[in-house]
């Protein structure tokens, strides 16, 4: 009895001083971020940010990103400048006519449209969705792009395979029933 007291007092022990740890490390300062869940960041002309990071909401830039712009099931509209990355998962994303994004523009479970005479720095990924882009984008490194069929086919297959089954099972009990007079 007495070795688990002290076993549970040492679990006490680490358990305070991580817990005091955590009070005296040092806040992180993170000047012009924007970080949003639910709620929209807009940048407007003539505005900077360094980075933007959205949950469940949507990017709209027509200032200056002069860091990485991260949207989580939302979309991201580049009118303006995104200077560095642009990533997107489970949204679509428009870059406007002329507008720019500096280094990689990466997109899951979304499309892409791309605007008249607008640049990408360095590569262009869009997995599981569409690209379109006319002739005149500027691509600055490689395009990778694999279509959504690529997973919603196998996904798709095996969801209505596992359905089949289960209503061939159910079928069969019902039929057995259905014999010893039940």
Not at 8 to 31: D, K, N
Not at 88 to 101: L, Y
Request: hydrophobic share 50%; aromatic share 12%; charged share 15%.
């Amino acid at each position: 009895m007495l070795r688990w007291i002290g076993m549970s007092g040492r679990i006490w022990v680490m358990a305070l001083a991580f817990a005091m740890t955590g009070l005296i490390a040092m806040p992180a300062y993170a000047a012009k971020d924007e970080v949003q869940f639910g709620n929209s960041i807009d940048v407007p002309k003539n505005a900077d940010i360094h980075d933007a990071v959205c949950f469940f909401c949507g990017v709209n830039v027509q200032g200056n990103i002069n860091g990485d712009t991260v949207v989580f099931f939302g979309s991201a509209q580049i009118d303006g400048q995104a200077h560095h990355d642009v990533v997107v998962f489970f949204g679509d994303v428009r870059v406007a006519d002329n507008a720019s994004i500096g280094h990689n523009l990466v997109n899951f479970f979304g499309s892409v449209h791309l605007g008249e005479n607008s640049s990408i720095g360095q590569d262009t990924v869009v997995m599981f969705g569409s690209l379109h882009a006319p002739e005149s984008v500027n691509f600055g490194g490689d395009r990778v792009v694999q279509s959504g069929i690529v997973f919603w086919l196998p996904f798709l297959l095996i969801v209505f395979g596992i359905s089949f089954l289960v209503r061939e099972v159910r079928g069969q009990r019902r039929r057995r029933r259905m014999l010893r007079g039940y």
